[in-house]
């Protein structure tokens, strides 16, 4: 679906694959519910006006249905280095398919702390429902109609497969952006609500995040859990 606006707004495209096996939940109510939540957000936005010229939405109907569940979830070292690469290894089951493997070759940066850090591999709709409260608290604070489009257009897919590393440590969403690993000092003056009405605050530090696309729509997630020297 492509959003066309005004000379001085972006073009806001969006693209996905919907697909199901629950005759309670057509994959047609997705889209739709999907199509209206977003036109929704940028219509009541509390900046402007949304000069929007017209919608174009191209679909492609496809005979069969293409979900899988996410079976395991393994990585080739759950002890590693800063800068050292290794391998996660997701295994999925499609519906009424054979399962099908999707590695990622990860390297954690070099500056990633020691301690445990947890990876999680899921879909789309399931890490934005681990990331539901900062993803409401990022398009609380957008600071203009430019900055939600920002955010509209990060938006995750169903059809892709997210790998994301990460850990405990202190963050902040500050003007919709995430603001990680906080220095203490730094930390407590957005703790104040009386300095920093503006910010809100995490306990678990995002250290990085792998999409992969697919040809089907994933569904849930797993975890696993890594040491890093």
């Given amino acids: ?5 005004s000379v001085s707004q972006p073009r806001v495209e ?3 694959l919907y697909s199901g096996t629950s005759s309670s939940q057509p994959v047609h109510m997705s889209l739709a519910n999907d199509a209206a939540g977003l036109l929704n957000l940028l219509y009541n936005n509390p900046f402007e ?4 010229r017209r919608i174009e939405a191209d679909i492609e109907v496809l005979p069969e249905s293409q979900v899988a569940t996410i079976f395991s979830l393994s990585a080739s070292r759950y002890e590693v280095r800063p800068g050292e690469a290794f391998v996660v290894t997701a295994v999925l089951s499609p519906f009424r398919g054979k399962d099908r493997t ?5 390297a954690l940066p070099e500056d990633t702390m020691p301690g445990e850090a947890q990876i999680v591999v899921g879909s789309g709709p399931a890490m934005d429902g681990l990331d539901r409260r900062a993803l409401e608290r990022q398009v ?3 600071g203009g109609l430019d900055d939600l489009l920002r955010l509209v257009t990060r938006q995750r897919k169903s059809r892709s497969l997210y790998l994301r590393v990460t850990r405990r440590s202190p963050s902040a969403i500050v003007r919709s952006e995430i603001l990680p690993d906080l220095p203490l000092s730094i930390f407590n003056v957005f ?3 009386r300095l920093s009405a503006d910010a809100t605050l995490m306990f678990e530090a995002p250290i990085l995040e792998i999409p992969r696309d697919l040809d089907l729509v994933t569904v ?4 696993i859990t890594l040491r890093v020297k």
């Fill in 1 to 5: 679906m492509t959003l066309l606006s």
């Fill in 14 to 16: 969006v693209e996905d």
């Fill in 49 to 52: 006006d949304l000069a929007l």
């Fill in 102 to 106: 999707v590695t990622f070759e990860v």
């Fill in 140 to 142: 609380a604070q957008a």
């Fill in 191 to 193: 703790n104040n609500p």
């Fill in 220 to 223: 849930g997630g797993r975890r």
